[in-house]
């Protein structure tokens, strides 16, 4: 069975920092895509960053330079820093894994709330 588990979302104050991270099982995770992405209320779920099996980093233009995506295959995890954070990031986060196009999992999301 596929578990993606997310945590480290929460209340966090303009400018601040928080660090999500999410925790795969029942997958050869060192195969996999892996990918946060953001659903804001009313709006569609968007990529926020992105790393391949290869190390190759994608990252949403109202992220970068501000957020980092990291991953460790030895304990199958992804993590997502994030720094200066801002209202409009105010979303749930979703870890994603993939694999080709054979295989899609996601993570049943944590809230992220940019607010003073």
């Known amino acids: 069975q596929v578990q993606l588990v997310e945590s480290g979302g929460g209340l966090v104050q303009p400018g601040g920092s928080l660090r999500l991270s999410c925790a795969a099982s029942?997958?050869?995770?060192?195969?996999?895509?892996m990918g946060w992405y953001r659903q804001a209320l009313g709006k569609q779920r968007e990529l926020v960053a992105r790393m391949t099996n290869k190390g190759s980093t994608t990252y949403a233009d109202s992220v970068k330079g501000r957020f980092t995506i990291s991953r460790d295959n030895s304990k199958s995890t992804v993590n997502l820093q994030m720094n200066s954070l801002k209202p409009e990031d105010t979303a749930v986060y979703y870890c994603n894994a993939s694999y080709l196009h054979l295989h899609n999992y996601w993570g049943q999301g944590t809230q992220v709330t940019v607010s003073s």
């Open positions: 029942g997958i050869h995770f060192r195969f996999y895509d």
